[in-house]
């Protein structure tokens, strides 16, 4: 029998033979070259944008027009770390800094984690901040709010949380009469910039602000504000990082006719200070932008930056440097753990889980097995099967197990190598994260108090809604405070 002729070549095809399917590739040719892409047998460079990709160097000028990772324009808002402050160290100080900081707790020696738990216990009994314990929202308020948000049952804790942070900006004034630019940074959906305005007043004339650097937010507000445009009301997104936005460019509030407001829920360590900055700087070199106040719930203060940390004073006063702060950072992990977890119980849990997954597996592949073989498979718990000679080979699930990766269902090191070393019972490791968080809040108040601002920090929910449960609150000072200050 004859084998059927190739079909006819066309002629702007890659000429390469694919063995595996009989055939000619398909695929159009690079020009100037026989092969596609695929096959051309050219030298290609690394992208000048993003080296991880590599393209033919005749082809380098067309790609960059259209390379996803090319710059983007800059918005009119950009300003190169405007928002860093002048305490922030650079160049080779930064990168001496970072290479004596500790980034595990399993890397600190256990007598050096000792002495900052020490002086951590000491400074939170003087020095710690008073917290207000104001937990709880208006009913009117979350029953405003809620038909707004399309959203799960889930969620129903953010718009907990959305509702008392709402009532308390409402508590220190920060919702005045006049036209006002609210400001959200770290915005990703803008779901608590959408709640202030429908609690405000959808059609109110009111600017909005929603400040994100990640792009492809899935589901955002920003939707609701497309489909209900009003003459009184504008809404943006910026997309840029907060330690380059210049609020003060910003056409909303460069006018100098709009009061500003800033918010923010769970706003990340170092991006809260760089807010922080943005404000006390705006207060300082633009006296002409009026600052109504702003409100930040404070979270993750694991990734806190201390070249970028504005209570840096507050910690070497007290004869803390950046290597103890890079540890108490650390320790801040412990305070959003369950206090009534038991490890022992959940690593038991969990390996037990495991080993009736694999077993199961094991029988699968057993039965698989004795059936190749024409034998019977074994019904009793020996998990293993008999062959044509009666022999009994059992499995060994625990060494399948290990093959499988079973390392998954070890404690993290953070919590299980350093704190036990010292004897750490999981109540007091709960306490020490909470006294770790509040000392970070504290440096950051002293230095909105230093500047004339007045500081609220005030527990606006329950635990079991969020573990990171603390509102910041800053106002700032009077018009006749602000000229004073501004010398500083």
């Not at 709009?258 to 769970?266: D, E, L």
Request: proline share 6%; charged share 25%; with cysteine.
């Amino acid at each position: 029998m004859c084998a059927e002729p190739l079909p006819k070549r066309n002629p702007n095809h890659c000429v390469a033979f694919l063995q595996d399917k009989g055939r000619h590739c398909r695929m159009m040719r690079v020009r100037g070259e026989e092969y596609c892409a695929d096959h051309c047998r050219k030298e290609r460079i690394p992208c000048p944008f993003d080296p991880s990709h590599t393209v033919f160097p005749f082809m380098l000028e067309k790609h960059k027009k259209k390379c996803a990772k090319r710059p983007k324009p800059q918005p009119i808002t950009f300003s190169r770390d405007c928002n860093i402050g002048p305490f922030a160290a650079t160049g080779e100080k930064q990168s001496q800094a970072e290479q004596n900081a500790f980034t595990s707790l399993v890397q600190v020696p256990a007598q050096r984690l000792q002495q900052v738990i020490t002086k951590l216990e000491a400074l939170s009994s003087t020095h710690g901040p008073v917290c207000e314990e104001k937990q709880g929202y208006s009913q009117d308020t979350l029953a405003r709010i809620k038909p707004q948000h399309q959203m799960g049952v889930l969620s129903s804790k953010h718009l907990m949380q959305e509702a008392s942070i709402l009532d308390r900006m409402a508590e220190h004034n920060l919702f005045p009469q006049q036209p006002c630019a609210f400001v959200e940074y770290g915005a990703g959906r803008a779901n608590l910039l959408h709640s202030l305005r429908v609690h405000v007043g959808w059609h109110a004339k009111h600017d909005y602000v929603a400040v994100e650097r990640k792009t492809g937010v899935r589901n955002r507000a920003d939707r609701f504000h497309r489909a209900q445009p009003t003459d009184n009301a504008r809404y943006q997104r910026e997309t840029i990082d907060i330690q380059h936005f210049d609020v003060s460019k910003h056409p909303f509030v460069s006018g100098g006719d709009r009061t500003i407001v800033g918010c923010s829920k769970h706003l990340c360590g170092v991006a809260t200070d760089l807010t922080i900055t943005s404000f006390v700087k705006l207060q300082l070199h633009q006296p002409q932008i009026a600052i109504q106040g702003l409100a930040v719930a404070l979270c993750c203060h694991c990734v806190c930056d201390w070249p970028r940390y504005v209570g840096q004073a507050f910690f070497q006063n007290h004869g803390l440097d950046h290597v103890d702060f890079s540890i108490l950072k650390l320790i801040s992990t412990w305070g959003t753990l369950d206090p009534k977890e038991d490890i022992a119980a959940t690593q038991a849990k969990r390996r037990s889980k495991e080993e009736r997954r694999f077993k199961a597996r094991s029988t699968k592949i057993a039965t698989s097995v004795c059936a190749s073989l024409g034998a019977p498979a074994s019904t009793d718990d020996g998990d293993f099967c008999e062959d044509d000679r009666g022999a009994q080979e059992p499995l060994d699930i625990e060494a399948a197990s290990n093959d499988c990766g079973d390392d998954d269902d070890e404690v993290p090191a953070v919590t299980q190598s350093a704190p036990h070393a010292l004897g750490l019972s999981r109540e007091h490791m709960v306490r020490l994260g909470q006294m770790a968080k509040r000392l970070i809040d504290q440096g950051r108040v002293l230095y909105l108090q230093q500047h004339g601002w007045n500081t609220h920090l005030i527990r606006y929910v329950e635990r079991d809604v969020t573990p990171e449960n603390l509102l910041l609150i800053a106002t700032p000072p009077t018009q006749d405070k602000r000229h004073a200050t501004s010398g500083m």
